[in-house]
Each structure stands twice: as structure tokens, then as C-alpha cells.
């Protein structure tokens, strides 16, 4: 039986990782070479090694996404390897535990890791768009998802910075699927609830009692649940959607 995207070239940023390492998996099994980007590069090559063992076809890149020369670069390494990008999942992100300002209001948070976080969820994501495009636009299209967040939809208590980037990825990928939309390029967002990742692992130690009574499903999700959901998007079974910002959430936001 073949995969959903047998054949393909797939690009995921943060793949070292959490939901990017799942999703990397997945393109995999459903048949696509995987271009494996992350800061870390020992991360990045841990998948890349797991997708191997399991007889897919993949490549390791290093990638800040803070910098513009080494996200062009990311991309060109990718289109070398494959020679094309069909799907890219731009999923790097951080968290305020990353930039110590974790529980802090709004007047409290130090302007550097307000620029922190904003710069890697926010501006990381358009650095990749940006390249990713110019590139599908050669080949004639391609599919683009971008890792929002619930908090890319509603708010939730000091969290200003993190709640604000992924806000922005929501407007963000809205705009790029209206301005490409004519050059067969669909781009969409996927907003993961509570997910069982590293990210995620000092804030349920913390508050997981008083976040869980608030999800419906009463649980946290799978990366790999999120992962489907970006498969699906990235093949041609979501052909006419575009710039949507899907919740996979548990039921966190329809209450
Ligand atoms: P994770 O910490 O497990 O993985 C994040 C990965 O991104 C890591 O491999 C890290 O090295 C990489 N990364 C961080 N900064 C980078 C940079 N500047 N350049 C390149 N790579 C970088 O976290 P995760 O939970 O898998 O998060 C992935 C995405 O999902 C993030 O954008 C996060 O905001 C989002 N998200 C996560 C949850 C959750 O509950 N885990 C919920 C909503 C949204």
C-alpha cells in the first residue's frame, strides 16, 4: 500500500524533537524523504536515524531559525538533497521556561526575552515561509504548515510574549495562503492543546491538575496526534483548504 505522500520532499524545522520528531516519523511512513532541521544538530540526526532504522530516506540540518542565512541555507540543502520541496512544517518553537520569564505579567517580562520569544516562533516562521516559497514558486507549488498554538487562539495568564507569537503565526499564515493562493502554494496552521512534549514537561509539574480539569478529553495529546493532522493538511486529500488555523486540542477551545 502506498503512502499519502509517496514520493515527496518533506522540510521539518524543530524535528529534532517533540511534535517536529513525530511529524518527521510520519512523513516518513507515509512515504516522503524528510529533511530533519533543528538548532541541535545531534537531535536532528537522532531522528534522522530512527527514520533510517525504519528504511525511510532522510537528512540532517542544522538550523537556527533566528538566522536568515542559515534558514536559506536550510532550505537550498533540502532542494539539494531532493531536488524540490513539496511540504515544510515550520514548527521551531520556544517556550517562556526557555527564556526564564515563565509566570510573568506583562509589565514584569525583560524586553530581551519578549524579543526571544517573538524572534523564534514569530519571525523564525516567516524567515522559513519567506524561503520556502521563493522556492515553490520555481517548481510551480508546494504546501506549507505552521505550528501555532491554542494560545495562537485565545489567551491564557503570563504567557504575553508566547501568546502574541503564536497570535501573529495565525495572522501570519492566513496572509501567506491569501497572497499565494494563485501559485498553487497552500499554507495552513496547526494549533496543538496540551501535548506530551519536553516543552511542556515544567508546566504540568506545576499547574497539570488545574489545566487538565479545563480540556474536555481530560488528557494531554500525543505528538503523533498532532503529527497526523499535518499530514493530512500537506496531502492532496486537503486539496481546497487553505488558511485555516485547525485546534487539535482535545476540546480545549470549544468551551
Ligand atoms: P520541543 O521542545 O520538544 O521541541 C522544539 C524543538 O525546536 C527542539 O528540538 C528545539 O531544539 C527546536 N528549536 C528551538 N528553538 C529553535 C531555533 N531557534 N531554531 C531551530 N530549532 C529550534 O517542543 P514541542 O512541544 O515539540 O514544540 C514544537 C512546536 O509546537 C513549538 O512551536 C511549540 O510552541 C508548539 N506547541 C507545543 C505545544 C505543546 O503542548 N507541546 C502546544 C502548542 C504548540
New binding site residues.
Given amino acids: 500500500m502506498s503512502g499519502l505522500l509517496e514520493g515527496k520532499s518533506a522540510l521539518v ?10 511529524t518527521a516519523l510520519a512523513f516518513a511512513r507515509e512515504g516522503a524523504w524528510v529533511a530533519v ?4 544538530i545531534e ?2 540526526q537522532k531522528t534522522v536515524a530512527e527514520i533510517e532504522a525504519r528504511d525511510g530516506k532522510a537528512v540532517a540540518i542544522a ?4 538566522d536568515d542565512d542559515a534558514v536559506k541555507a536550510m532550505v537550498a540543502a533540502a532542494v539539494d538533497a531532493f531536488g524540490g520541496l513539496d511540504c515544510a512544517f515550520n ?5 517562556p521556561f ?1 527564556v526564564n520569564a515563565h509566570g510573568q505579567k506583562i509589565g514584569d517580562i525583560a524586553p530581551e526575552a519578549w524579543a526571544r520569544i517573538i ?3 514569530l519571525t ?1 516562521v516567516w524567515r522559513c515561509l519567506r524561503h520556502e516559497v521563493a522556492q515553490m514558486r520555481t517548481q510551480g507549488g508546494g504546501v506549507i504548515v505552521n ?5 495562537g487562539l485565545v489567551g491564557s495568564p503570563t504567557s504575553s510574549a ?1 501568546v502574541a507569537s ?1 497570535h501573529g503565526v495565525v495572522g501570519l499564515t492566513k496572509t501567506a495562503a491569501v497572497d499565494h493562493a494563485e501559485e498553487n502554494i497552500r499554507v495552513n496552521a496547526v ?10 514537561e515544567e ?1 504540568m509539574r506545576r499547574r497539570g491538575g488545574r489545566i487538565m480539569a479545563r480540556v474536555p478529553m481530560q488528557r ?2 500525543k ?1 503523533e496526534e ?1 503529527a497526523e493532522a499535518v499530514i493530512w493538511l500537506c496531502s492532496e486529500r486537503a486539496s481546497f483548504v487553505t488558511g485555516v488555523a485547525w485546534a487539535v486540542d482535545g476540546g480545549y477551545t470549544a468551551i
Fill in positions: 524545522t524543530g524535528g529534532g524533537s517533540g511534535i517536529g520528531r513525530a532541521a533543528d538548532q541541535t537531535a536532528a538550523c537556527d531559525v533566528t514548527n521551531a518553537g520556544i517556550s526557555n524572534d523564534v516562533n523564525g505550528t501555532a498554538s491554542i494560545l508566547y503564536k494549533c496543538p492543546g496540551y501535548i506530551e512534549t519536553p516543552m511542556t508546566t494531554m495529546g505528538p498532532i
